[in-house]
Structure formats: C-alpha cells, structure tokens
C-alpha cells in the first residue's frame, strides 16, 4: 500500500515563500509521475506542477515562475518550493502519484494560508 504524506504547510504573509514536502512509501514511486494539486474552498481541484520520473516537469499556467516542483527518488520524495505566495494562493495542497495502468495515490493534504 502506497501512502503519500504532506508537510510543510502553513499560514505565510503576501510575498513570502514556503516550501511542500510529500513523503511516499514504497520504492515503486519513483517510476510515478508525481505532483501537486490544491483545492481552494468552494472551487474544484486543480493541477498545480507535475514531475516524471525522469524530471520532466509541467506547471499551471498560474504558478510558473514561482513555484518550483522537485523530486528525490532515493528519498520517495517530491518538493514544491513557493515563493511569492500570495492570497489566491490559499487552498489544500496535496500529493498525488499517478502511472497509467496503475492506481493513482493521493495524501491527505496540508494547508496554505497566504493572509496579512
């Protein structure tokens, strides 16, 4: 059983960084395509970055250049680095790994508040 674990999550000022950390168990993560979603109160789930097992990245159009997706596989680990955090940035933040044939794994999540 894959288990995904979020960290890092917090309440930040406009302009600040903050740094997700997402722990899986299992070696078998590190042939996953893993990313980050979020899901802000009354609106739907959405993609954030996605990294390939091979470190081909992908981000939402509304976070390029400011968050950053990383991935250590000796770890089981993936990063998402957020600088600039600003109030529509606030949601649920979580980890997902996901492989075509294969189940997809979700964590439980970890809050960002961005707020003055």
């Known amino acids: 059983q894959v288990q995904l674990v979020e960290s890092g999550g917090g309440l930040v000022q406009p302009g600040e960084p903050l740094t997700l950390s997402c722990a899986g168990s299992g070696p078998i993560l590190r042939i996953y395509t893993m990313g980050w979603y979020r899901q802000a109160p009354g609106k739907q789930r959405e993609l954030v970055a996605s990294?390939?097992?091979?470190?081909?990245?992908n981000y939402a159009d509304f976070v390029r250049g400011r968050f950053t997706i990383s991935r250590d596989n000796a770890e089981n680990t993936i990063y998402l680095r957020m600088n600039n955090l600003q109030p529509e940035d606030t949601a649920a933040y979580y980890c997902n790994a996901e492989k075509k044939y294969r189940p997809t794994y979700w964590g439980q999540g970890t809050q960002v508040t961005v707020s003055s």
């Open positions: 990294i390939t097992n091979n470190g081909n990245t």
